[in-house]
């Protein structure tokens, strides 16, 4: 019988266990050189070092699994000069690279705005960029809905 393809899901940290948290802190403690060794990464993240190999091919910040893809953005942004601008200077600044832009009709002071961009060089994780267009003036929900 083939091999079933492998299936991935994206979930909140917080539902994962704490061996599969830590693992992901200990490959981005080696990915950052502030540990040289496994064994010292485990040990500074306090897991077994049998754990961390059971899920350390298996298991990876969203972030790792968008650079170099097309990632969409949705956000509601307030309709007001100046706002939809803020958000594609944070987006060139950080080196995405502005593949489309949608929006809609505002309605109610609020416009809906789909933006597809693609992460090769960007400067910053997508979490990063994320968290930067949350804090934007005038925006008031920022979220992936799609990255291939």
Known sequence: MP????????VKSSILPEAVRKTVEAKEL????????????VAKVGISRSA????????FPYYA???GKIVTIALILEHRAGILSGILN????????ILTINQSIPLRGLANVSISIETAE????LESLLLTLRKAEGARKVEVVGHS
């Open 3 to 10: 091999k079933e393809e492998e299936r991935y899901f994206l």
């Open 30 to 41: 080696l990915e950052r050189g502030e540990a040289s060794t496994v064994n010292e990464a």
């Open 52 to 59: 961390y190999y059971k899920y350390k091919d298996g298991v």
């Open 65 to 67: 699994a968008s650079r």
């Open 90 to 97: 944070a987006l060139a600044r950080e080196g995405a690279n």
């Open 122 to 125: 960007m400067k910053t994780d």
